[in-house]
């Protein structure tokens, strides 16, 4: 299993101003990846981090809007930048410890709202 | 790519009532099918999972569910819930390195 704690836990920004949300994980794991959920929404995935690679970003989602960093194999960060409404929502870090996808381990999630 | 449909949106129950939660997913292939839950103002749990073998899977607080390739279904039951199951409820599917979840089915459970 993993253990995974994020900073914040919850924020009010500005538009047009950026955060960046924190993912500590207690082991080290391969696979990260950053999900978006919004208010009374399934969850989507916005990126795959490997360590040493670039992140992987899925369909709608740019580097430019969401980059997001892996300096090691506990930690990651994601920034929202310049944010809009529309950015509200939960993003919740999670980890594949074993590597196969069998097992996934969610974080509490960040919780951003745009005014 | 596969998708996942949660039927329900809302599910309100009385304590000690049975419950189903339904989850069909639509794939070609075989597939590897997860519920997790999601606790108010926390992140998600894994609750049960199916990978292989036997299509009835448990998990320790009493939840089960069961893989249905016939009708592409992996529903969740209790036979006797808890208030303190009252939360959000995401059936997920995975295919290869593809990850999909469902809406959710967000479960009361009322005195």
């Known amino acids: 299993s993993a253990v995974i704690s994020q900073k914040p836990s919850r924020d009010i920004c500005q538009r047009g101003t950026s955060l960046t949300i924190q993912c500590q994980v207690d082991?080290?794991?391969?696979?990260m990846f950053w999900y978006r959920q919004q208010p009374g929404q399934s969850l989507t995935l916005i990126a795959t981090?490997?360590?040493?690679?670039?992140?992987?970003?899925e369909s709608g989602f740019v580097i430019d809007k969401f980059p997001i960093s892996r300096p090691n194999l506990t930690f990651s960060t994601l920034t929202v930048s310049n944010m809009s409404p529309e950015d509200s929502s939960i993003y919740l870090c999670?980890?594949?410890?074993?590597?196969?996808?069998?097992?996934?381990?969610f974080g509490p999630g960040t919780r951003l709202t745009v005014t | 790519a596969q998708s996942v449909t949660q039927l329900d949106s809302q599910v309100p129950v009385f304590e000690e009532a049975p419950v189903e939660l339904r989850c069909n997913y639509s794939?070609?292939?075989?597939?590897?099918l997860f519920w997790y839950v999601q606790y108010p103002n926390q992140g998600l749990q894994l609750l049960l999972k199916?990978?292989?073998?036997?299509?009835l899977v448990k998990s320790i607080n009493g939840f089960e569910a069961e893989f249905n390739k016939s009708q592409t279904s992996f529903h969740l039951r209790k036979p006797s819930v808890h208030i303190s199951d009252t939360a959000e409820y995401f059936c997920?599917?995975?295919?290869?390195?593809?990850?999909?979840f469902g809406a959710g089915t967000r479960l009361t459970v009322k005195p």
């Open positions: 794939s070609s292939v075989s597939v590897y």
């Open positions: 981090a490997n360590q040493g690679s670039e992140a992987t970003y």
């Open positions: 082991s080290q794991v391969t696979m």
């Open positions: 199916y990978l292989s073998g036997s299509t």
């Open positions: 997920a599917v995975r295919r290869s390195n593809d990850m999909r």
């Open positions: 999670s980890v594949d410890p074993t590597g196969d996808r069998y097992e996934q381990y």
